[in-house]
């Protein structure tokens, strides 16, 4: 290395003696930084996931394994099982609605709302007993049809009841415009 | 030795840990640290103020983006310093001021003396000489004496042979040389 270059190389800081400004680059920096997302530390980097996830699959192998040598019988139960949860979806939605319904009628008294909702808990107890009946897997398929009369039955009488709200209510009016 | 190189790599390792998993306050002692020379670097290649200051911020904003992909094989600050010289000869690539015509210079150089005449010589000149420089030449000098970049590390970052490196530094020098003596 020649002299030159030494006393280059020697003389470094005089050549970095510029000041950015600070402030004004950081306000940057940070802006467009916070566009972006939180870093994400992936989960199974940590050693409890890893301790859980050894955990879960001795879980789930046993569950295999306990499954294979249960044979059939336990597999049809849970088609069974599969259908009740498939009514409930469908019914239980509808069910709620209507109860809704009844619940915000202004036309019943609450007396009425009450006794008329006694008469859905009767078939809700019904419910109760015929889903209990169900897991003891007794002769699913009756089952499962007395469940969705159960439901079609709680519908029904909603319904029922609603019609001869609207009803009533449509004679009202009529009866007003005579006037 | 091999320690000590160790001890070198990992310097700033708790800022930069903690910069890694997002926390705001250690990326702003991070780049305290290392803003001015980041910027300084920045000037000597781009020469416009808010050419460099773009740059700074690119830098530092990758940087702390693709932080996980730093694995201490040199220093953060070695490390932070080739993302600003690659942005930088990359930013001159774009805007066409090229690193070719060097050679364009080369009829001016003759085979005559090449030390200064007198050292130490004002710091002031060395710095216009440099400045005084063409394009290709002053970013070998600058990667070379002020960077601290030895051949290869040249050739990758300008896109070069280290052969051609070694060449075209010593017809640089030269020029520096002549440029200075006539200042």
Known sequence: MDSLEKYIKENK???????????KLWENIEAELGHTQPKVIPLWKSPLFKIAASF????????????????????????????????????QGLVSYQIQLVHKNEQLSETDKAEFLSFIDELDQ??????LEMQNNLDNERVLEAIVANYRKRIELI???????????????EYGYTL | MKELDTNIRFTHKSLVEKSKA????????????????????????LRIKED?????????????????????????????????????????????LALANMDDHDHHLTDEEETVAELPLALEKIKTGIQKLPL????IINLYLLEG??????????????STSKSQYHRAKKKLVQIINAL
């Open chain 1, 13 to 23: 800081a005089f050549f970095n003696d510029q000041k950015a400004d600070r402030a």
């Open chain 1, 56 to 91: 879960l699959l001795l879980i789930g192998i046993t569950g295999i394994l306990g499954s294979i040598f249960l044979g059939n019988n336990a597999q049809e139960h849970q088609f069974a099982s599969q259908e009740l949860r498939d009514i409930d979806m469908h019914y």
């Open chain 1, 126 to 131: 019904e419910y109760e007993e015929l889903r």
């Open chain 1, 159 to 173: 319904e029922n009841l609603l019609r001869q709200l609207n009803e009533s209510k449509l004679k009202d009016e």
């Open chain 2, 22 to 45: 997002g926390d705001r306050n250690s990326q702003y002692k991070l780049y305290e640290l290392y803003v001015d020379a980041m910027y300084n670097i920045g000037l000597r290649y």
């Open chain 2, 52 to 96: 460099a200051e773009d740059i700074v911020q690119e830098s530092f904003v990758d940087a702390f983006r693709n932080l996980h992909t730093f694995k201490y094989e040199s220093t953060f600050g070695a490390w932070l310093k080739r993302i600003v010289i690659n942005k930088s000869i990359n930013h001159l690539k774009v805007k066409r």
């Open chain 2, 136 to 139: 290709g030449y002053q970013q």
């Open chain 2, 149 to 162: 970049y030895d051949h290869i590390e040249i050739g990758e970052v300008l896109g070069i042979t280290t």
